[in-house]
């Protein structure tokens, strides 16, 4: 947005936007998203340009030691399939089904007096997020198409990217009859913290971030925040584990992508294990090129190998007690040895960030007792931690990862950005006041009848 406009003019503008796209049908949305990919695959040379100098600017910083190469990672457009996959998420969320106007209760209150509720938009939401360009893609497109306003501010190390990024998106939107304000991007800080004192425009904060940003946003405003501050996932190979599953889930679990919030952090093993399961597992990890730290029984198991691992002395370190609350996001996993189930769901409680946690088990019962005991926002049996994720879970794509309990949690997509309303109907020829109900003579009692209807009648 150019300087001359105030963070209380975009926010007003925002809340305006979001009031006027509520009178339009859902089409309008479906053909909003269409509009914005057709400019995202028009753009790309030009979005790549930029994203190349962002990468460039990010290199510096590394090599001055001011900038991780795992968060270097996360600013690079061009990566595996990410440009491909932020396109196909965008026509995934159009394809799926309209999250407004669904009725989840209703009630027939009395004869021509009915209650519907209603899924609607949450409002305007300003989303915060460090890095990784491809999120204001993610973010317009859930936004869009749930009913909410936006307001993106991307990191300043990608600055360029998200940039047209931005601009892409107001062209697509420029092409249809929502407002042009609908989502709207800002770049600096004090834009932020401006923006968080305006309640009464924005309705819910969600960061995407590290610790300390999210930490920053939940300590600085009144507006609801909705997300998660750390990735701290384990992986938990139980006595019955099978060593090839264990052997697969944990590689991919760490290896995958090692700077992404859903990677496993912690490995813990059952005690049983540790001359069987899990020197193979730690033999498939350092072939993969991860440095372990390990407490004084994993440690031990691995040096009193006849032959001990390639890389043993290079990528095998001992622990410490902090080594179990750092989100290392990258090739580096601690790893623990604990003698049972019931001690393993206890350490993962009081270590972990509730994010994702999974158990390699050949038993039903350890399977629902780790899920039961476990309090994260995912729980995994025998499967990757890196399924945590709304792509993978088919929700399009995801606004975000929620460790909170209330409202949505887990990968947040098109459901974790609606709330409801309550419509009260009454088609009685005087209308109904509450006053014609209650206790004694001449009174009415409440129906309280189900009504077989998926969509308010009007």
């Given at each position: 947005?150019g300087?001359?406009?105030?963070?209380?003019?975009?926010?007003?503008?925002?809340?305006?936007?979001?009031e006027?796209?509520?009178?339009?049908?859902?089409t309008?949305?479906?053909?909003?998203?269409?509009?914005?990919?057709?400019?995202?695959?028009?753009?790309k040379?030009?979005?790549?340009?930029a994203?190349?100098?962002?990468?460039?600017?990010?290199?510096?910083?590394?090599?001055?030691?001011?900038?991780?190469?795992?968060?270097?990672?996360?600013?690079?457009?061009?990566?595996?399939?990410?440009w491909?996959?932020?396109?196909?998420?965008?026509?995934?969320?159009?394809?799926?089904?309209?999250?407004?106007?669904?009725?989840s209760?209703?009630?027939?209150?009395?004869?021509d007096?009915?209650?519907?509720?209603?899924?609607?938009?949450?409002?305007?939401?300003?989303?915060?997020?460090?890095?990784?360009p491809?999120v204001?893609?993610?973010?317009?497109?859930?936004?869009?198409?749930?009913?909410?306003?936006?307001?993106?501010?991307?990191?300043?190390?990608?600055?360029?990217?998200?940039?047209?990024?931005?601009?892409?998106?107001?062209q697509?939107?420029?092409?249809?009859?929502?407002?042009s304000?609908?989502?709207?991007?800002?770049?600096?800080?004090?834009?932020v913290?401006?923006?968080?004192?305006?309640?009464r425009y924005?309705?819910?904060?969600?960061p995407?971030?590290?610790?300390?940003?999210?930490?920053?946003?939940?300590?600085?405003?009144?507006?609801?925040?909705?997300?998660?501050?750390?990735?701290?996932?384990?992986?938990y190979?139980?006595?019955?584990?099978d060593?090839?599953?264990a052997?697969?889930?944990?590689?991919?679990?760490?290896?995958?992508?090692?700077?992404a919030?859903?990677a496993?952090?912690t490995?813990?093993?059952?005690?049983?294990?540790l001359?069987?399961?899990?020197?193979?597992?730690?033999q498939?990890?350092?072939?993969?090129?991860v440095?372990?730290?390990?407490?004084?029984?994993?440690?031990?198991?691995?040096?009193?190998?006849?032959?001990?691992?390639?890389?043993?002395?290079s990528?095998?370190?001992?622990?410490?007690?902090?080594?179990?609350?750092?989100?290392?996001?990258?090739?580096?996993?601690?790893?623990?040895?604990?003698?049972?189930?019931?001690?393993?769901?206890?350490?993962?409680?009081?270590?972990?960030?509730?994010?994702?946690d999974?158990?390699?088990?050949?038993?039903?019962?350890?399977?629902?007792?780790?899920?039961?005991?476990?309090?994260?926002?995912?729980?995994?049996v025998?499967?990757?931690?890196?399924?945590?994720?709304?792509?993978?879970?088919?929700?399009?794509?995801?606004?975000?990862?929620?460790?909170?309990?209330?409202?949505?949690?887990?990968?947040?997509?098109?459901?974790g950005?609606v709330?409801?309303?309550?419509?009260?109907?009454?088609?009685?020829?005087?209308?109904?006041?509450?006053?014609?109900?209650?206790?004694?003579?001449?009174k009415?009692?409440?129906?309280h009848?189900?009504i077989?209807?998926?969509?308010?009648?009007?």
């Amino acid at each position: 947005m150019g300087s001359d406009i105030t963070a209380e003019e975009i926010a007003k503008a925002a809340k305006v936007a979001f009031e006027e796209s509520q009178l339009f049908p859902a089409t309008v949305r479906i053909d909003a998203l269409a509009k914005i990919r057709q400019q995202l695959e028009a753009n790309k040379a030009e979005i790549f340009a930029a994203n190349k100098l962002d990468m460039e600017a990010a290199q510096v910083e590394v090599d001055a030691g001011k900038m991780s190469n795992a968060m270097m990672k996360r600013l690079d457009l061009g990566m595996g399939d990410k440009w491909d996959s932020m396109l196909k998420g965008v026509q995934d969320v159009a394809d799926l089904p309209d999250p407004t106007g669904v009725v989840s209760y209703t009630s027939q209150l009395d004869d021509d007096l009915e209650l519907y509720r209603v899924s609607c938009p949450i409002g305007v939401l300003l989303v915060i997020f460090e890095a990784r360009p491809e999120v204001v893609v993610n973010i317009a497109a859930l936004a869009i198409k749930s009913g909410n306003a936006a307001i993106l501010k991307g990191g300043k190390e990608s600055n360029h990217t998200t940039h047209l990024l931005a601009k892409a998106i107001s062209q697509g939107l420029s092409q249809t009859s929502l407002p042009s304000t609908y989502v709207q991007a800002i770049q600096t800080r004090a834009e932020v913290s401006a923006l968080l004192d305006l309640d009464r425009y924005i309705d819910l904060v969600i960061p995407r971030g590290g610790n300390s940003l999210v930490k920053a946003i939940q300590n600085s405003t009144r507006i609801p925040v909705m997300g998660h501050a750390d990735g701290l996932c384990h992986v938990y190979l139980d006595e019955s584990a099978d060593s090839q599953k264990a052997v697969r889930v944990v590689v991919d679990s760490k290896t995958d992508y090692p700077s992404a919030c859903n990677a496993a952090e912690t490995l813990i093993v059952h005690t049983s294990l540790l001359n069987t399961v899990w020197r193979e597992v730690a033999q498939a990890l350092l072939a993969a090129d991860v440095h372990l730290l390990c407490d004084s029984h994993t440690l031990s198991a691995l040096a009193s190998l006849p032959n001990v691992p390639e890389r043993f002395s290079s990528h095998v370190h001992s622990s410490t007690e902090s080594s179990y609350s750092v989100e290392h996001l990258d090739l580096t996993i601690s790893v623990i040895a604990l003698p049972s189930l019931h001690s393993a769901i206890q350490f993962i409680n009081s270590h972990s960030s509730h994010h994702t946690d999974s158990i390699i088990t050949e038993s039903e019962r350890a399977a629902s007792a780790f899920c039961r005991g476990v309090d994260s926002a995912g729980t995994f049996v025998n499967a990757s931690t890196r399924f945590a994720d709304g792509f993978r879970y088919g929700f399009g794509t995801e606004v975000g990862i929620s460790t909170g309990r209330i409202h949505a949690r887990g990968p947040v997509g098109l459901e974790g950005l609606v709330t409801y309303k309550y419509i009260l109907r009454s088609k009685a020829e005087r209308g109904h006041t509450v006053g014609e109900f209650g206790v004694g003579e001449g009174k009415k009692s409440f129906k309280h009848a189900a009504i077989a209807t998926t969509s308010v009648p009007f």
